[in-house]
């Protein structure tokens, strides 16, 4: 499998985890402690973070059979035709809890916005360019992570699409 950020060629069980990864990277961060979670309103409520500054990280797979994961305030739901658009294919799929977990290597709810097992395209939704930082899934269930929405742009090489609504 390959690692899609910055990394293309190595193994995932060689690289680094991800706060390895932020500082190796000189990635600006920051790690919000909160009891586990899985759902963005959930951490909201445990972390005091506002729901809309906490994003959605939503691993699907599209018609041709491409990983994908698509980035939305946690506060607006996904549209999966606009997010097709942004992908450029006639369809996609949310992925199961457990098919997700395998492709990002995270559980959900513990997903980021970058750095995952699998190469993935990502697509942030443009309202997100609003927000100077951004929370994600920090890797675990147990902890948020807060990044500068331009970072999660730049590694991830992200799409910027209206696909929320």
Not at 7 to 18: G, K, P, Q, R, S
Not at 68 to 87: E, N, T, Y
Not at 112 to 138: A, N
Request: net charge negative; with cysteine.
């Amino acid at each position: 499998m390959e690692q899609f950020s910055l990394f293309h060629a190595v193994e995932w069980e060689t690289m680094l985890d991800l706060e390895d990864f932020l500082k190796s990277n000189d990635v600006w961060h920051n790690f919000v402690s909160k009891p586990e979670t899985v759902h963005t309103a959930d951490a909201s409520r445990e972390s005091g973070i506002p729901l809309s500054r906490i994003t959605k990280n939503l691993v699907c797979r599209s018609s041709g059979g491409e990983f994908a994961l698509l980035i939305v305030p946690g506060d607006r739901r996904v549209s999966i035709k606009k997010a097709a658009v942004a992908l450029d294919t006639t369809n996609i799929k949310l992925l199961s809890f457990a098919e997700a977990e395998s492709v990002s290597g995270y559980p959900p709810g513990g997903t980021p916005s970058i750095y995952h097992k699998t190469k993935m395209r990502i697509v942030l939704d443009k309202s997100l360019l609003d927000r100077e930082t951004i929370f994600c899934g920090g890797g675990t269930r147990d902890r948020l992570l807060e990044l500068r929405t331009e970072d999660v742009v730049r590694l991830g090489k992200a799409v910027v699409a209206e696909i929320s609504e």
